[in-house]
Nanobody
């Protein structure tokens, strides 16, 4: 069982920045494909960003491309989401997730089998 613990959420003004962190309790973290998803009030959870095992590949939703950066530190079992130029539309609960080893889709929630508890990000106008 893999446990994922997010942190770094909070309240920020539009145009500001936040960095989310997700620590994984996994000995084989370096071989895991990790993603960030978010769920805004009244909306379905959606893909935000993902990163491959050795950070050779990063993937972003169009809505965050150019503003958010996903990265990882395998020595710390941690994946990060740097969020810049935040807008009120970015307000949501952000979830860290680990894709199944047999998964191959990047944006599909069904391929991710471990999830964190979520961290709230609120952007005020």
């Amino acid at each position: 069982q893999v446990q994922l613990v997010e942190s770094g959420g909070g309240l920020v003004q539009a145009g500001g920045s936040l960095r989310l962190s997700c620590v994984a309790s996994e000995r084989t973290f370096s071989s895991s494909f990790m993603g960030w998803f978010r769920q805004a009030p009244g909306k379905e959870r959606e893909f935000v960003a993902a990163i491959s095992w050795i950070a050779a590949g990063t993937f972003y939703a169009d809505s965050v491309k150019g503003r958010f950066t996903i990265s990882r530190d395998n020595a710390k079992n941690t994946v990060y989401l740097q969020m810049d130029s935040l807008t009120p539309e970015d307000t949501a609960v952000y979830y860290c997730a680990r894709r199944a080893d047999t998964g191959y889709k990047i944006t599909s929630q069904q391929d991710y089998i471990y999830w964190g508890q979520g961290t709230q990000v609120t952007v005020s106008s």
